[in-house]
């Protein structure tokens, strides 16, 4: 059953930066069962949580009775979208972007419904078209109905040509390749839409055009907010402190606490571009945090559903876990268990040799001190904490009573920065 003014949904949400002929595609929302495409560029061997925002838009989309399209760009990766980057990005290697296309299909299966359903997820590659074209056909079929002027004053484009590294054609070209993507899935799978964050609105309207102008047909574009930093830098994985959907990359735990330690402010936010819950209930949630004043329930529903939704039941039951250890604040709330669980998980964890003494070496070796100088002046400035004691001798060397359990110690920088030492 479609559901009438599906669009309305999203913009309440506040999920819509820019749409193409807003009216029509309503209409045909409602109307009709159409296909939806979103590209994502294998540029690493995992996403990250930049990727889940499309990824939930698709799966509405599919719950409605729609056909999302994934397109794993094998090709266009190894030129690289300029799109509002300061640099051009370096050059890949397709045995290496194989791998992990490979990677990244696992990781686009939590999202969408690929199993034998009239409107079945589908992923393609655009590597197994741009393989067999031809340079001139390319350049005849496609590149005569792109005009130079009005791709230099597309933004993304002007603010790489301002510059001094400037851009290079193959990078130019990539808006291109992308159109000739959107032009191939209408042709091929009756594709009416393309998705993408609002970085990618130029690359889109030019595929909107292509078409129209190859199969006179008209076919739209909508752009959702990207994600931000509180610095108002993309998340992405030229960031800093990148958090993949991958457990090997960012544990479980990470996970969940990057999704607890949200600002208060985003918080409400990410709950209704995350979650399907509806308005009623967050706003609910909201007046319940409102009188609370701390402990946000808000965090914890988000941390929950995102953490069951990447890493399944179990894998958040460890996280929670974790985060319950680690945020005791005293010796006396943990018990054994606790600490034999939290070894088991991805939670931070190292075992040490009991003539690794040092607090300084410690704190080197799992890196929450980038260096002994860097260890001697977190420890002087009261950063550092043993079994949630403070300790700010720079000579500190750990003592059997350090070790609960004659085995487990917690050793924490700051108030969110643990980690697990097991001594054998």
């Known amino acids: 059953m479609l559901e009438k003014n599906i669009l309305n949904y999203f913009k309440e949400r506040k999920l819509i930066s820019q749409i193409t002929n807003e009216k029509k595609l309503d209409e045909i929302l409602t109307k009709k069962k159409i296909s939806v495409y979103c590209g994502f560029d294998p540029t690493s061997d995992s996403l990250h949580v930049g990727h889940i925002l499309p990824l939930l838009f698709l799966r509405k989309l599919q719950l409605q009775g729609h056909t999302p399209i994934v397109l794993i760009g094998g090709a266009t990766s190894l030129i690289g979208d300029p799109s509002f980057k300061l640099q051009e990005r370096n ?14 299909k696992k990781q686009i299966f939590l999202f969408l419904d690929f199993s034998d359903i009239p409107n079945k997820a589908i992923i393609v590659n ?53 159109a000739y993507d959107f032009s191939i899935l209408y042709k091929e799978y009756g594709v009416y839409l393309q998705i993408g964050g609002s970085d990618q609105w130029g690359n889109i309207t030019s595929g909107i055009h292509l078409t129209n102008v190859l199969y006179n047909q008209e076919v739209f574009g909508l752009t959702i907010p990207l994600l931000k930093k509180s610095d108002g830098k993309k998340f992405g994985k030229t960031s800093s402190k990148t958090v993949w959907l991958d457990p090997q990359k960012t544990s479980p735990y990470n996970f969940y606490q990057f999704w ?12 209704r571009y995350f979650t399907f819950l509806s308005m009623e209930e967050i706003k609910s949630i909201q007046d319940h945090d409102n009188f609370k004043r701390k402990n946000l329930k808000s965090k ?73 100088k860097n260890a001697r002046n977190l420890i002087s400035s009261n950063a550092i904490s043993i079994n949630y004691r403070k300790e700010n001798n720079i000579n500190y060397c750990f003592q059997d009573s350090d070790k609960l359990f004659k085995k487990y110690t917690l050793l924490s920088k700051g108030k969110k920065n643990f980690y697990l030492l097991v001594w054998e």
């Not at 130079?148 to 590294?165: D, P």
């Not at 607890?260 to 709950?271: A, E, K, P, Q, S």
């Not at 998980?345 to 070496?361: E, F, H, R």
Request: hydrophobic fraction near 40%; charged fraction near 25%; proline fraction near 1%.
């Open 300 to 372: 914890q529903i988000l941390a929950e559903i995102m953490t069951r939704l990447v890493h399944g039941d179990s894998n958040f039951l460890f996280a929670k876990n974790n985060s319950l250890v680690f945020f005791s604040k005293s010796v006396k709330n943990l018990n054994k268990e606790n600490l034999v669980k939290l070894k088991s998980s991805n939670a931070p964890c190292v075992i040490l040799k009991n003539d690794l003494c040092t607090l300084q070496n410690v704190l080197v070796l799992t890196n929450l001190a980038s260096s002994k």
């Open 260 to 271: 607890i330690n949200v600002r208060d402010t985003d918080v409400y936010r990410y709950l």
């Open 91 to 104: 050059l890949f290697f397709y045995h290496d972007i194989f791998e992990w296309i490979e990677k990244i």
């Open 126 to 178: 655009n590597y197994s078209w741009f393989k067999k074209l031809n340079i001139l056909s390319f350049l005849r079929d496609v590149g005569k109905r792109f005009s130079i002027n009005k791709m230099i004053n597309k933004e993304s484009v002007k603010n790489r040509i301002s510059r001094e590294q400037g851009i290079s054609f193959a990078e130019f070209s990539y808006s291109l390749l992308q």
